[in-house]
């Protein structure tokens, strides 16, 4: 049977606790703030002892050299008489001097003996010594002179030693302080973090428990939290709306295909009630067959708008000159103008480059030809002009048709979406769409303007450079 007492439930505690990120950044924080802490404590001290430790021996070695110029001046009682200056001298109560014959003699100094384990010449020794009868520690150096004899010079270092004990304590101190302070950052960065995660894993929450309308608290400050929050919040937006896409573009659907379908059934219930002849049987199959194709034509429209927006097309991409895809356009619809007594207006340059699918470009062209011919009643001007504009292809469509309300701008590229002037023309409501799909596919943009009256369509490409 499995253990589920209190050594258990503190075990689980303690594993929940490193599995938390928020421990993990502070543990990390806290080691990195630590180990530089302990790293400047070590350089400060190795680097002011070693400043002291240099100092002292400069001075050891620039007091020697000179005792020994006296030595080679004036011989031995030159050297003594400066030795002795030194002694009875107060402007350096640390130096340490002895000079021992070569039979071990003291000649001179102010040592009690020859100190322990000072063997070799010129070598740096820290050892106990005696002077005065007070014990003391001493950093010393021998220098031999002729005949045998020795000279010690050195420096008390008990002073210094004390320093040296002070600067201890002070950086033993103040790497306490440093690790309680990293300690005090590690857990502010462990409470920061925990609450910022918090007020994320609360928003996704709610939103996975279906309230679509809560977002990530932005603090204010700025900071890559806020940061964070602000991109998760406009995500969260995005969702909201493509949500709300699809649940209008489903109405849309359930509204506009009610009626073909309602109507369809009704001709096929109709003619099974009460055709008389093959022929009248067959004519109401072929009128219910051309609604089913608009039902169908519709759902083609959709899959192709859907296949545009998420890039399949670029297959096809190739670098094309759009003048002559828009001059053969243009004659089409300028028969299809003149039959409806509509003057079409054309003017185009020419290189057109871009880089794009050409039948994309073109179907995109023609529902806007299309819409403007259908609203545009006859003896008006429709105006259809392609240019280069600041290293973009502007292909603009204008007519003097009823427009677009100001309102209905912004929604008019939705799908289904049919404004007031429109309710009454056949159409499915994705022409628009589709304008606007092939257009951010090829990196440009559809703005739909007031043309006072009518509407004005332009769509912009940019030009393609080698």
């Known amino acids: 049977m499995a253990r589920t007492g209190p050594a258990s439930a503190s075990a689980r505690r303690r594993r929940a606790l490193f599995r938390s990120a928020g421990v993990r950044f502070a543990l990390v924080y806290a080691v990195v703030f630590g180990l530089s802490a302990f790293v400047l404590a070590v350089a400060l001290w190795y680097s002011?002892?070693?400043?002291?430790?240099?100092?002292?021996?400069?001075?050891?070695?620039?007091?020697?050299?000179?005792?020994?110029?006296?030595?080679?001046?004036?011989?031995?009682?030159?050297?003594?008489?400066?030795?002795?200056?030194?002694?009875?001298?107060?402007?350096?109560e640390d130096g340490i001097y002895l000079l021992m014959s070569a039979t071990g003699q003291i000649l001179t100094g102010n040592l009690d003996h020859w100190?322990?384990?000072?063997?070799?010449?010129?070598?740096?020794?820290?050892?106990?010594?005696?002077?005065?009868?007070?014990?003391?520690?001493?950093?010393?150096?021998?220098?031999?002179?002729?005949?045998?004899?020795?000279?010690?010079?050195?420096?008390?270092?008990?002073?210094?030693l004390e320093l040296r004990d002070v600067l201890r304590a002070g950086l033993i101190w103040a790497l306490s302080l440093m690790i309680a302070l990293g300690v005090m950052g590690a857990l502010l960065i462990r409470s920061l973090f925990r609450r910022t995660i918090k007020d994320i894993s609360a928003t996704t929450s709610a939103i996975a428990r279906g309230d679509i309308s809560r977002r990530v608290p932005v603090s204010g400050v700025g900071?890559?939290?806020?940061?964070?929050?602000v991109t998760i919040n406009e995500m969260l937006?995005?969702?909201?709306r493509l949500m709300d896409g699809v649940r209008q573009v489903s109405n849309a659907i359930a509204h506009d295909l009610r009626t073909p379908v309602t109507r369809a059934r009704a001709r096929l219930e109709?003619?099974?009630?009460?055709?008389?002849?093959?022929?009248?049987?067959?004519?109401?199959i072929d009128r219910a067959t051309l609604d089913l194709d608009g039902i169908?034509?519709?759902?083609?429209?959709?899959?192709?708008?859907?296949?545009?927006?998420?890039?399949?097309?670029?297959?096809?991409?190739?670098?094309?000159?759009?003048?002559?895809?828009?001059?053969?356009?243009?004659?089409?619809y300028r028969a299809v103008a003149e039959e409806k007594q509509i003057v079409l207006h054309t003017e185009i340059e020419t290189p057109l480059p871009v880089w794009a699918d050409?039948?994309?470009?073109?179907?995109?062209?023609?529902?806007?030809?299309?819409?403007?011919?259908?609203?545009?009643?006859?003896?008006t001007?429709?105006?259809?002009?392609?240019?280069?504009?600041?290293?973009?292809?502007?292909?603009?469509?204008?007519?003097?048709g009823p427009g677009i309300a100001e309102q209905d701008r912004l929604r008019a590229t939705e799908r289904f979406f049919r404004g007031e002037a429109a309710r009454s023309t056949q159409g499915s409501g994705l022409g628009l769409a589709l304008v606007l799909a092939v257009a951010q596919l090829h990196n440009g943009t559809l703005h739909l303007q007031d043309n006072h009256p009518g509407l004005r369509a332009v769509i912009t490409i940019p030009v393609y450079k080698d």
């Open 296 to 332: 169908v034509a519709v759902f083609e429209a959709l899959l192709r708008i859907s296949e545009i927006e998420v890039g399949s097309r670029r297959a096809a991409f190739a670098c094309i000159d759009l003048t002559p895809v828009l001059t053969d356009m243009d004659e089409l």
């Open 48 to 92: 002011t002892l070693g400043l002291l430790q240099h100092q002292v021996q400069n001075a050891i070695h620039n007091d020697a050299q000179t005792l020994l110029e006296h030595q080679e001046i004036g011989g031995l009682p030159s050297l003594e008489e400066a030795v002795q200056d030194r002694l009875t001298s107060s402007s350096d």
């Open 270 to 284: 109709d003619a099974a009630l009460h055709a008389s002849t093959k022929d009248e049987m067959q004519a109401a």
């Open 237 to 240: 937006d995005r969702i909201a």
């Open 358 to 379: 050409r039948d994309l470009i073109q179907q995109a062209v023609v529902n806007l030809l299309d819409n403007s011919l259908k609203f545009s009643e006859s003896l």
């Open 223 to 229: 900071d890559e939290f806020d940061e964070l929050a």
């Open 115 to 160: 100190p322990a384990g000072l063997t070799r010449d010129n070598v740096w020794y820290e050892l106990p010594v005696t002077r005065r009868g007070v014990s003391s520690v001493a950093l010393l150096n021998v220098q031999q002179l002729p005949g045998g004899m020795k000279l010690l010079v050195g420096r008390d270092m008990q002073a210094r």
């Open 381 to 400: 001007v429709i105006s259809f002009t392609a240019k280069v504009v600041d290293g973009m292809v502007q292909i603009v469509v204008a007519d003097r």
